[in-house]
């Protein structure tokens, strides 16, 4: 199946400071790209959706000025959480659907998630 | 939206069959059912999708009976590794394509 990557898989920061996450669809476009969160024993809850060159949707309750997203690229999106506090501490999941290709149009692919501490 | 509903775990013993039903009752016609494996601090892996009846993979079985408010994922002989959250989504497809996880069903294979 497609691949998608994040990078890095792990990241601890000082309360106050900004952190980056890349997603990557590495064989495959991806028009659409999604980011998730999770808390310890809970589910994955969508945070945005956002297609290529356009601007990001957030689901109800997700501020969009702290949780920065890009998708410059049909392989690459971003994730920028802006002036992280210890609540922000999560795993933090992407995915991507493809436009054909390696994937199939109702298929998403998840990357392998980047667990954020913040002290 | 719509809504997933599923057992919140279930336990078995390696080598049996595993069925996990979901209901998902206000489903949309053009709504698509799919269903994610996620071992802890991973990402969810994709086990089978489907529209209706009965459709089969190397990993699995997903039966969705005619009126689609449920479906039904069948692991045929578990493995301790096959301990994991097991999650059933409905794809919406209408006005946007949007996938929202519900609950999850943690499944504890035995020894």
């Known amino acids: 199946g497609a691949v998608v990557s994040q990078h890095p898989s792990r990241v601890i920061c000082k309360s106050g400071t900004s952190v980056k996450i890349e997603c990557r669809s590495l064989d495959f476009q991806a028009t659409t790209m999604f980011w998730y969160r999770q808390f310890p024993k809970q589910s994955l809850m969508l945070m945005a959706t956002?297609?290529?060159?356009?601007?990001?949707?957030?689901e109800q309750g997700v501020e969009k000025d702290k949780f920065l997203i890009n998708h410059a690229s049909l392989t690459l999106s971003t994730l920028t959480v802006t002036s992280a506090h210890p609540e922000d501490s999560s795993f933090y999941i992407c995915?991507?659907?493809?436009?054909?290709?390696?994937?199939?149009?109702?298929?998403?692919?998840f990357g392998p998630g980047t667990r954020l501490t913040v002290l | 939206l719509a809504k997933t509903t599923q057992p919140i775990s279930m336990d078995s013993y390696e080598g049996q069959e595993v069925n996990i039903t979901c209901s998902h009752n206000?489903?949309?016609?053009?709504?698509?059912i799919t269903w994610y494996q996620q071992f802890p601090s991973q990402g969810p892996r994709f086990i089978i999708q489907?529209?209706?009846t009965k459709v089969t993979n190397e990993v699995a079985s997903l039966f969705i009976p005619a009126d689609r408010k449920s479906s039904t994922l069948s692991l045929p002989r578990v493995s301790l590794s096959d301990t994991a959250v097991y999650y059933c989504?409905?794809?919406?497809?209408?006005?946007?394509?949007?996938?929202?996880f519900g609950a999850g069903t943690r499944l504890f294979v035995k020894a």
């Open positions: 206000n489903i949309a016609t053009n709504d698509y």
């Open positions: 956002s297609n290529e060159g356009s601007k990001a949707t957030y």
């Open positions: 489907g529209y209706k």
């Open positions: 989504l409905v794809v919406i497809n209408t006005g946007g394509f949007k996938t929202i």
């Open positions: 995915s991507a659907r493809g436009s054909g290709g390696a994937g199939t149009y109702n298929e998403q692919f």
